[in-house]
């Protein structure tokens, strides 16, 4: 089983102020998702990455996956209060893409102060 | 009502009560996980159903004891635990099992707490 470690484990910055967090691991990944939780609900899929160097945005959200498919991180630009939340990857065991379950990372609590 | 529900959304319960937390989703979906999410720890995968079928059990103790009678319902049985058994329990379903193409979608959850 893949360990997907992710730094840094608490972060807390300035509404406006920009951030990176990572997700880690030594194995490879078919696949990458990110997940966000709100408190009081569950996670919520963000975005799946696949190919290694891929980059995906999403609004104020950059997604990128390693080019050896061992590592991920989201950047967010310009954070606001409702970017607030508890973010976790998920790796998906096995060699080829759709067709392992998802382990998933440790997460970064993520609190964004007006 | 759409998405993955759970019932109740908090419960405390004492070591020597039975209790059963209830999931429903109305996605069409044939896979459907229960995961305990505890403080500082990655969310831990208990039981995965597929197409109504138990095909993972994760070392879960026995005082854990699922149920999926149709593939849009799934239960959890609860009966003697402990006070480490307080978490959020998580249900979530997927369009297939293994397969996580398009992700996991999960309910709000049900915190449990054991006194």
């Known amino acids: 089983t893949q360990l997907l470690e992710q730094s840094p484990q608490f972060l807390s910055i300035q509404e406006g102020e920009n951030l990176t967090v990572y997700c880690n691991s030594s194995?490879?990944?078919?696949?990458l998702q990110w997940y966000r939780q709100e408190p009081g609900e569950g996670p919520v899929l963000l975005v799946t990455?696949?190919?290694?160097?891929e980059v995906k945005k999403l609004k104020r959200l950059t997604f990128q996956f390693g080019d050896a498919r061992k590592d991920s991180s989201l950047h967010i630009t310009a954070a606001q209060p409702g970017d607030t939340g508890l973010y976790l990857c998920?790796?998906?065991?096995?060699?080829?893409?759709?067709?392992?379950?998802?382990?998933f990372g440790t997460g970064t609590r993520l609190t964004i102060i007006p | 009502e759409t998405g993955v529900t759970q019932t109740p959304r908090h419960l405390v319960m004492g070591m020597t009560n039975k209790k059963s937390l209830k999931c429903e989703q109305h996605?069409?979906?044939?896979?459907m996980y229960w995961y305990k999410q505890s403080a500082k720890k990655p969310l831990e995968l208990m039981f995965v159903?597929?197409?109504?079928?138990?095909?993972e059990n994760n070392s879960v103790p026995s005082r854990f004891s699922p149920e999926c009678p149709n593939s849009s319902h799934l239960f959890l049985h609860l009966h003697t635990l402990q006070p480490e058994d307080s978490a959020l329990y998580l249900c979530?379903?997927?369009?297939?099992?293994?397969?996580?193409?398009?992700?996991?979608?999960f309910g709000s959850g049900t915190r449990l707490t054991v006194v």
């Open positions: 194995s490879v990944f078919s696949s």
């Open positions: 998920a790796g998906e065991e096995g060699p080829s893409f759709g067709n392992e379950k998802l382990t």
């Open positions: 990455v696949v190919t290694g160097g």
């Open positions: 159903y597929s197409l109504e079928e138990r095909v």
């Open positions: 996605l069409g979906h044939n896979a």
């Open positions: 979530a379903s997927s369009q297939e099992f293994p397969s996580a193409n398009y992700g996991y979608t």
